[in-house]
């Protein structure tokens, strides 16, 4: 389907098998503080966010699959709404129970349930519960610079949707993802204009389509 590179955000974030065993390694954080509870504490934080974006999709040879731009917004407990323009212009949302896809070229909606395997992928990560993150996933931590943290997630379920992924903060701020899925390949996700605890509207994460397109309903 056109539309899994951008699921893999998503369902399993925001469209890569190096050897992830040494990102694997769960270093203690300062003070003793474990990763994985470090970056629970600062997600938790994020009550609402909002950046636009840029996604870059690679294959295993490095070569450029896709690139995108869009804008995103997340907001606790479980919304989430991505809008990618041309070349493949789509827009996706998630209420903590479903989630939306709207295909305007293919004049299509899908609509699949929030299973457990979608409520831990990526982009949940901003806006679903991080308390369990030790028991979703391994995480080490790196200090790249005075104001600069990465994270490497690597999921425990060897059925995970993604193998690996990075997320870099700066001053507290998320900057960056970069995931590397299923199928070898590696998207980039940088963000920027980030607006981190603005109050957002819960109708701001409604996905608004035509009444005449094609609604495809997920098993439950």
């Known amino acids: 389907m056109r539309h899994n590179r951008v699921w893999v955000w998503l369902l399993a974030v925001c469209a890569v098998t190096v050897s992830v065993t040494a990102m694997a390694a769960t270093t203690s954080g300062t003070n003793g503080e474990k990763p994985a509870a470090r970056l629970a504490a600062i997600l938790k934080d994020y009550r609402t966010y909002q950046a636009d974006f840029i996604q870059i999709v690679v294959d295993a040879r490095g070569g450029k699959v896709q690139e995108s731009?869009?804008?995103?917004?997340?907001?606790?407990?479980?919304?989430?709404?991505?809008?990618?323009?041309?070349?493949?212009?789509?827009?996706?949302?998630?209420?903590?129970?479903?989630?939306?896809?709207?295909?305007?070229?293919?004049?299509?909606?899908?609509?699949?349930?929030m299973d457990k395997q979608m409520a831990s992928t990526p982009a949940l990560l901003l806006s679903g519960q991080v308390d369990n993150l030790a028991q979703t996933y391994d995480v080490s931590v790196e200090k790249q610079g005075p104001d600069t943290t990465e994270f490497t997630?690597?999921?425990?379920?060897?059925?995970?949707?993604?193998?690996?992924?990075?997320?870099?903060?700066?001053?507290?701020?998320?900057?960056?993802?970069?995931?590397?899925?299923?199928?070898?390949?590696?998207?980039?996700?940088?963000?920027?204009?980030?607006?981190?605890?603005?109050?957002?509207?819960?109708?701001?994460?409604?996905?608004?389509?035509?009444?005449?397109v094609d609604v495809i309903q997920g098993a439950n």
């Open 69 to 113: 731009r869009g804008h995103l917004k997340a907001k606790r407990p479980g919304l989430f709404y991505w809008e990618s323009a041309k070349p493949i212009s789509q827009f996706i949302a998630a209420d903590g129970k479903t989630v939306k896809v709207y295909d305007p070229d293919l004049e299509q909606v899908t609509i699949q349930p």
């Open 153 to 212: 997630l690597v999921p425990k379920n060897p059925d995970s949707l993604f193998v690996s992924l990075r997320l870099t903060f700066f001053k507290g701020e998320l900057q960056e993802m970069r995931l590397h899925d299923s199928l070898d390949q590696r998207s980039i996700l940088s963000f920027d204009h980030v607006i981190v605890n603005k109050p957002v509207e819960n109708s701001a994460f409604d996905l608004k389509y035509p009444d005449d």
